[in-house]
C-alpha cells in the first residue's frame, strides 16, 4: 500500500491531522512526548474521544491518575464522557504502579490477548515514563517497553504513548529509550522568547515511519474543546 493510500486514523486534533496526510497511519505505536502541563494527558484522552465518536472501542491504561480522575478532566473538555463509558467505546485499565511484579508479568505474556478480546482499536498509555520506572536496568526496560509495544500490535490497535520528556534537553524523553520502540514521535514543547520566557505552547513531529508528514514546528493551544493546533502558521507542504 502506498503512503497516499495507508489507512488513517484521525486524532481529533484540528490541525494535527493535517500535518499526518489525514491523520496517524492505522496500527503505529506513536509516543507524546512534553514537559508537564504541555497537554498530554489531554492529546491521548482526545484522541480516544475520537475514536468513541466513530464507535471505535478505546482502551486507557493509566499508571498515573485513577478512572475518576481521568474522566473528570475529560469532562472539563465538553466530550460525551458518559455516554462512551455506558456505551463501552470508552474504557480506563489502571496499572497499579505498586503492584510491580504483577504488571510486568501481565505486559510480556496477556496484555495484549487481553486487549485483542476487548476488541480495542485504540490505545492510550499514560506514562512509559512511570513504567519505565518499574525495571531496575536498562535492559529490563527496554525489555518492558519492547513488550508493551508488541501487546498493543497483537491487539491490531493504533496506539499513543506518553512520556515525560527530559527538562535539560526537553527534545528527548527522560528514559531515552521510548523513542526507538515507537513508529512515530510528537513532541509536545513551549515556544520562548529570545529573553527565555515562555510564550505558548508549540508542536511537531520528529518521526512517522512509512508515511510523509509536516516537519514544521506549529503552535498550538489548549482550550474548552482540547488541543487544536495552528493550521494557518505555515504552509505545511513547505515543510515536507
Request: charged content about 15%; cysteine-free; hydrophobic content about 45%.
Given at each position: 500500500m502506498s503512503e497516499s493510500e495507508t489507512a488513517r486514523v484521525t486524532t481529533g486534533i484540528a490541525g494535527l491531522d493535517e500535518m499526518l496526510g489525514?491523520?496517524?497511519?492505522?496500527?503505529?505505536?506513536?509516543?507524546?512526548?512534553?514537559?508537564p502541563g504541555t497537554g498530554k494527558t489531554c492529546f491521548g484522552l482526545?484522541?480516544?474521544?475520537?475514536?468513541?465518536?466513530?464507535?471505535?472501542?478505546?482502551?486507557y491504561l493509566s499508571l498515573e491518575e485513577d478512572e475518576p480522575a481521568l474522566l473528570a478532566s475529560a469532562r472539563e473538555f465538553g466530550w460525551p464522557v458518559d455516554?462512551?463509558?455506558h456505551a463501552g467505546t470508552v474504557k480506563v485499565m489502571r496499572l497499579d504502579p505498586k503492584q510491580t511484579h504483577q504488571n510486568l508479568?501481565?505486559?510480556?505474556?496477556?496484555?495484549?490477548k487481553e486487549l485483542k478480546q476487548m476488541g480495542a482499536k485504540r490505545i492510550v498509555?499514560?506514562?512509559v515514563s512511570l513504567l519505565n520506572m518499574l525495571s531496575d536496568d536498562e535492559p529490563a526496560r527496554r525489555n518492558t517497553l519492547f513488550g508493551l509495544a508488541a501487546a498493543c500490535r497483537e491487539a491490531g490497535a493504533t496506539t499513543v504513548l506518553t512520556a515525560e520528556a527530559d527538562p535539560i534537553h526537553p527534545a528527548v524523553t527522560r528514559d531515552g529509550l521510548s523513542e526507538y520502540i515507537a513508529d512515530g514521535v510528537v513532541l509536545l514543547g513551549y515556544s520562548s522568547a529570545e529573553d527565555g520566557h515562555r510564550i505558548g505552547l508549540s508542536l511537531r513531529i520528529l518521526k512517522m515511519r512509512r508515511t510523509a508528514h509536516a516537519r514544521t514546528v506549529?503552535?498550538?493551544q489548549i482550550?474548552?474543546?482540547g488541543i487544536t493546533v495552528?493550521?494557518?502558521?505555515v504552509d505545511f507542504g513547505r515543510g515536507r
Open positions: 489525514g491523520g496517524l497511519p492505522a496500527g503505529h505505536v506513536v509516543l507524546v512526548t512534553g514537559l482526545q484522541f480516544l474521544f475520537a475514536g468513541a465518536a466513530r464507535g471505535e472501542k478505546g482502551i455516554a462512551a463509558i508479568l501481565r505486559i510480556q505474556s496477556d496484555l495484549g498509555v499514560d506514562s506549529q503552535p498550538y482550550g474548552a474543546g495552528d493550521s494557518k502558521a
